[in-house]
């Protein structure tokens, strides 16, 4: 069992910054891949970033390319999304979630992939 707590959303301007993170607890994190999904009011749950649990792959839907960075730090059993640049349209909970993986590089997209997901981090961004 994985638990994952996500932290460090909030209200932010447009042009701003914001940096997620999401702390693991149970098993061991480090064979883990690691991704962010988020949810906008009335759409669907959409990927925003991957990392594998290596941290040497990671992916990104093409909407927030350039702008959001994933990361992780074994040590500390912890995934991090630094988001910059953010638009009115970064706007959603943004959850964490974590599949076991058999090979280092390994990346998931799919939320159907997750194994384990936190309970969310609200981050609105203002015009």
């Known amino acids: 069992q994985v638990q994952l707590v996500e932290s460090g959303g909030g209200l932010v301007q447009a042009g701003g910054s914001l940096r997620l993170s999401c702390a693991a607890s149970g098993r061991t994190f480090s064979r883990y891949a690691m991704d962010w999904f988020r949810q906008a009011p009335g759409k669907e749950r959409e990927f925003v970033a991957a990392?594998?649990?290596?941290?040497?792959?990671?992916y990104y839907s093409d909407s927030v390319k350039g702008r959001l960075t994933i990361s992780r730090d074994n040590a500390k059993n912890t995934v991090y999304l630094q988001m910059n640049s953010l638009k009115t349209e970064d706007t959603a909970v943004y959850y964490c979630?974590?599949?076991?993986?058999?090979?280092?590089?390994?990346?998931?997209?799919?939320?159907?992939?997750?194994?384990?997901w936190g309970q969310g981090t609200q981050v609105t961004v203002s015009s």
């Open positions: 990392i594998s649990w290596s941290g040497g792959s990671t």
């Open positions: 979630a974590a599949a076991g993986a058999l090979v280092p590089e390994w990346i998931f997209i799919m939320g159907e992939e997750a194994e384990y």
